[in-house]
Every structure is written in structure tokens, then in C-alpha cells.
């Protein structure tokens, strides 16, 4: 028999209402679950306790209201833990921020708060967003629940393990370059970044504040819109945040012009990810989709253009913890090495590693040469998928060259930033992206999951959901 903490939210929402569990036996059924594989999968940094008002309150309104009541109500979710929730800790997976107290919910708790939902705890992640692995966290790494021997993938690998193994029905992450749809890919759930400004980033600690979105790691791609559902929207506390329906709707039908830019896909691919790839485009071919070529020249270099912009605009935004204004403090002989001794000892080699690259590219002499050609680049690469969105609906890619890799083996900065190959140009060109399960490939005897990744134009993510749902009926 199904477990209530194995079910999707959409399940688990039809049972609460059908009274064949209470909102006390869920939240149960993912605290003992989450006690139990925690300690192995170190998935979240904290556990909370129950929050009885808000578990009576959730169980009052699923009663008085039935199938009127959010679809959140009563679900017990699992947080990034650089997403603000007032009076908790929000580390950031740093030091630097390692007893930091949130002031205030973010919008998007605020949001999932009015809908009913229920918050396990704050989930690891590479330290302030920086990482395909989990490995840079300060507190250790989270381990994949298909085989604890690897990555759960980064930077939201926390949540994606306590969603895979069924510590929380949900979970919120955030995206820089892929750190939603990355580790979704990982342990076989779906992860959507949406349309830069559809979800406010009031309350999220910021890594590159041009690229940044909050977005939902789910078992389903109906569990995912319901997150995403209930967290979008304008927010007078972010500037960049816009209403929804500002983009024009496109005029779906039954079936999807599928662009691949098949250029693109001639090496760095593992085999057998590429031959999923190609039996997932079968399938939907099958269905009545139409598989048409796409050519996006510029996103060979969408990798470099990232990995200026980013770290630039990471190096501004962390510039606040110095020991003076923020975060942690050390004091030495002198001023300056108050701050040396603050930020040497708060950031971690890897959160160290792109402050310095993101201050080179930005300094004097060297802007015009990599950052503002970067800009050049990211204006081009964008201009090109709105082209080839005149041919196609969605572009689908791999979500990653190969499927989760053991900890230590990309230990060189460059393997690991390749994870990222497919999925930094919907963060570039802020368009929507999903990555939904296509499947399994073989490794050291295991069956790990690997995903397909299909990009929208911005405010296209009902095509998202249209063709994840038929990759994965």
C-alpha cells in the first residue's frame, strides 16, 4: 500500500479532501520519513517541528471548504535554504551566513503560507547557489536517493533528494543556471524554472540577480504547476517581478512544433542519454508532435557568456558580507584585515573562486574586453530563439550531457561547470524551461534517472506543462 508521503500532490489533495487521511497523519507520514533517510541523505540542513496552528488551520479549511481550498493546503513542502522564512535560519549553505535569521518571509512564502502549505525544513544546496553537486555546501553534500555513491546534482540537490525520497510531496528551489532542472534530472522529478519576473525574488538571497528565479521541484508535471501556480505573480517588492498575462499568449494546440537544434548535440554527450533523448522525440512524434531542425549558433557559446555574467553579478551581490555590514566576523590587527579574515573565513573555495573571477571581468581595463561582450552575446543569443521560435513551440535538449556522477569525480572547476551546457540559456535569455523524467540509463549496475529539457518563450510555460505531461503519460 502507497505510504501518504509516497503520493503526488495532486493525490494527496484529492485523499485529504475524500478524508482517507488527515493533514496530522501527512505531515507524519514525511517527518518519520524524513527522520528515518535524513541522516544518510542529509538532504535538509534543519527539521522543523510541527506547526500544530498551521496543521489545524489547514485541516479546518480542507473540511469548511472541500475542493474550494487551495491545492496546497495541508502539503508539507521542502525549502531551498536561501529562500527566507521569517524567524528561521537561512544559511545559504555558508558560514558566512551560518547563524543568520530571517527578518521576513519571502514573497513566496508569504504566498504558500496563505495557500495552506505546510514547511518540513530547510533543504541543503551548494553554498549561496554556486554548484552542480551539493559538494560546496559548508554543511556537507546531499546524497541521490537512486544511489548514494553520487550527486543529487546542484545547487538544489536538497531539495530534489527530499522530494525523491519522499521526505516532502514538493519542494522550492532556485535557478541561476539550471539549479532547478539539473538535480529534477538527477533524481527523476520535475523541476521548472520560469520566466524571469513571473515569481518574485523579494526574499530569496540573491547569487546573480539578472538570472535568478524561484521555482518548484515536484513528482509531476501537475504538481509543479500547482506550485508554480501559487507562487507566481507581480510583487511590489521586486521590481522585476511582472503581472501575469504580461506576454502575449501563444495559440497552443494539441500537438507541439518540437525545435532541436541537432548542431548542438554531435558530442559531449553521453550515448545513451543522447539515445534516451531520441526515443523520447519518438514517442512524442508518435503522439502528433512535429520534430522540425532549429539552429541557435550563439548558444555554443552560451556557456563562457554565463560564466562571466554570472560570477559578475555574484560578486556585487556578495560584496555586503565582509564581517562589517553582514555575515560572519573575524577581527585582526587592521581594517583590511578584519575583512580579509571575515570573508577568507566565511566563503568556501568555490563561492571564493567566482568573486574573484566576477571582480576580474568587472575591473577596470577587462569590462569592456569580457563582460559588456558578454552582454553583446547573451542580446544575440536571445534574439536568436525568439527567430527560432517563428518555426517551433518549445526547443528540447538533454537536461544534462550524463546522468548524476560520483562525488570527487569533476573535481576540476571546468567538468563541472559543463553540467550547465544545456541549461544556462533559459536563465540568459529568460525564458521558461521544465526538465521532466525521459527514462533511465545504466551505471555501475543501477538504473539512474535522466531528463528531457524543453524551453518556452517567456510566459510560455502552459506549452511547458502541455508537452512535459506528454512526455511523461
Known sequence: MTKPNELSITEAARALRAGEFSVRELWDACALAARERNPELNAYLELFEADEEAIASAQKRIDEEGDGAPMLCGIPLAIKDNI??????????????????????????????????LFVGRTNLDEFAMGSSTESSAFGPSRNPYDTSRVPGGSSGGSASAVAAHMALGALGTDTGGSIR??????????????????????LIALGSSLDQAG???????????????????????????PNGLYAPRALSQTLRIGVPRHLLESGIDEDVKASFEAALAVLQKAGHQIV????????????VYYVIMPAEASTNLARYDGIRYGLAKRGETLLSDYIESRSKGFGPETRRRILLGTFVLSS???????????????????EYGAAFEACDVIAFPTTPSPAFKFGEKSDPVSMYLEDIFTVTANLTGMPAISVPMGTVE???????????????????????????????
Open 84 to 117: 527566507m522564512i521569517e524567524g528561521r535560519v537561512a544559511s545559504a549553505a555558508s558560514k558566512m551566513l551560518e547563524n543568520h535569521r530571517a527578518a521576513y518571509d519571502a514573497t513566496v512564502i508569504k504566498k504558500l503560507k496563505e495557500a495552506g502549505a
Open 182 to 203: 539539473q538535480p529534477a534530472a538527477h533524481t527523476g522529478l520535475v523541476g521548472l524554472k520560469p520566466t524571469y519576473g513571473a515569481v518574485s525574488r523579494s526574499g
Open 216 to 242: 518548484p521541484l515536484a513528482k509531476t508535471v501537475a504538481d509543479a504547476k500547482a506550485i508554480f501556480d501559487a507562487i507566481r505573480g507581480a510583487d511590489p517588492l521586486d521590481a522585476t517581478s511582472v
Open 293 to 304: 531542425d532549429v539552429s541557435l549558433p550563439t548558444s555554443s557559446y552560451a556557456l563562457p
Open 365 to 383: 581595463g577587462y569590462i569592456d574586453a569580457y563582460y559588456r561582450k558578454a552582454h553583446a552575446a547573451r542580446t544575440l543569443l536571445t534574439s
Open 443 to 473: 551505471r555501475d549496475g543501477k538504473a539512474l534517472p535522466v531528463g528531457i529539457q524543453f524551453t518556452a518563450p517567456k510566459g510560455g510555460e502552459d506549452s511547458l506543462f502541455t508537452i512535459g505531461a506528454a512526455v511523461t503519460t
